[in-house]
């Protein structure tokens, strides 16, 4: 999965025009930004959601534990995104699951949710979510370091180093 090529595009000379007049301008360059940057990359991602129609357990290598955690990191991201296909396997790009790119907060509510949902942290930094979008990091390197990191997998998830 990933984003349209080109996408996004910068904003116009209307949008950037009415983010300087109050009321009206903002509400004429919201809507601008609106169909800028999240209409097209939600019928990209949702015309590539509609030819997946389930994920098998074997895309998480039948690990039970990686298929909970993955599990809890979906739902986390419906009710934060409203996601109606989270059909996401392990290779997708994380940013793209909870919306990094735009610029709507979204990805707060999902990040925090994931959060508390493996009372962990998942940004510790700016620089985390600036490495989500540089370095591609996948929905399967997120669940692997959520459950090595939190305490509810502990018991069940034992660390290398031990």
Request: contains cysteine.
């Amino acid at each position: 999965m990933h984003y349209p090529e080109g996408w996004p595009e910068p904003p116009g000379l209307v949008e950037k025009i009415g983010r300087w007049i109050p009321v009206v301008g903002w509400i004429v360059a919201a809507a601008l930004e609106y169909r800028r940057l999240k209409r097209p990359a939600w019928d990209f991602i949702d015309a590539q959601m509609d030819q997946r129609t389930h994920v098998p357990d074997s895309a998480w290598d039948d690990d039970e534990m990686r298929i909970e955690a993955a599990n809890v990191v979906v739902d986390a991201c419906v009710e934060a995104i409203g996601w109606d296909r989270p059909y996401f396997i392990p290779e997708d790009p994380f940013e793209i699951m909870i919306e990094l790119r735009t610029g709507d907060c979204c990805e707060l509510d999902a990040v925090f949710r994931i959060e508390r949902a493996f009372e962990t942290r998942l940004m510790h930094s700016e620089n985390d979510t600036t490495r989500w979008i540089t370095e591609g990091t996948t929905f399967g390197e997120i669940v692997d370091q959520l459950i090595a990191n939190s305490p509810k997998y502990a018991p069940r998830y034992p660390s290398s180093t031990t």
